[in-house]
């Protein structure tokens, strides 16, 4: 089985200061991980993936995470954030073992609040 | 259309009347997935179709909820005799592949259940 851990549920930061965005998981086979955004009124929309190779990921919009196998780990950091990137921030795992459908397995999101 | 929309966006639903939530996957999509998400709480998987075929129902939290995509594409849940523990947002999602494959999952806006 798999979890997901995100200690943090709010994080207040405030404009252009860095930030990270803490994931942990657990499971017992080999695991794709990702992470989501939620902005107001929208539906989720990933954000960046792991799933093979190099453990540093990066977005599009200025994020990225690395996976830490030891650490069981998926950390979210952003050097200098923006007002826009306030919302909601899910980290998710599902494994490519499976043989039913990648699944994915939520942690219960982080909350972040950039401050002008 | 250009991503996966579902209906209605809100219902508020009177304790033990049945409701129907709608989703209209992304054209082509082979996958579908259905997401509960509680107040505060990351999605939590419920059930996943590959084309009408319902291959994994596991999430599903009691005989009162079912689910169909009769035709491989739109999918309906229903909630049978709603209860106050109902009330949460049911996400929507849609996958080109199947299982095992390389393959982002897009998310529609969800449904909000209210169960008063």
């Known amino acids: 089985a798999q979890s997901v851990t995100q200690l943090d549920s709010q994080v207040p930061v405030f404009e252009e200061a860095p930030v990270e965005l803490r994931c942990n998981y657990s499971s017992s086979v080999s695991v794709y991980l990702f992470w989501y955004v939620q902005y107001p009124n929208q539906g989720l929309q990933l954000l960046l993936k792991?799933?093979?190779?190099?453990?540093l990921v990066e977005s599009i919009n200025g994020f990225e995470a690395e996976f830490n196998k030891s650490q069981t780990s998926f950390h979210l950091r952003k050097p200098s954030v923006h007002i826009s990137d306030t919302a909601e921030y899910f980290c998710?795992?599902?494994?490519?073992?499976?043989?039913?459908?990648?699944?994915?397995?939520f942690g219960t999101g982080t909350r972040l609040t950039v401050i002008p | 259309g250009a991503g996966v929309s579902q209906s209605p966006r809100y219902k508020v639903a009177k304790r033990g009347q049945d409701v129907a939530l709608r989703c209209d996957p992304i054209s082509g999509h082979v996958s579908l997935f259905w997401y509960q998400q509680a107040l505060g709480q990351g999605p939590e998987f419920l059930t996943y179709f590959q084309n009408e075929a319902q291959l994994d129902k596991s999430g599903l939290p009691s005989d009162r909820f079912f689910a169909e995509r009769p035709e491989g594409s739109v999918s309906t849940l229903k909630i049978q005799r709603t209860q106050q523990e109902d009330s949460a947002v049911y996400l929507c999602a849609s996958s080109l592949f199947g299982a095992g494959r390389d393959t982002e999952a897009f998310f529609g806006q969800g449904t909000r259940l209210t169960v008063v």
């Open positions: 792991y799933l093979s190779g190099s453990t």
């Open positions: 998710a795992v599902s494994s490519p073992d499976q043989t039913g459908a990648n699944n994915l397995f």
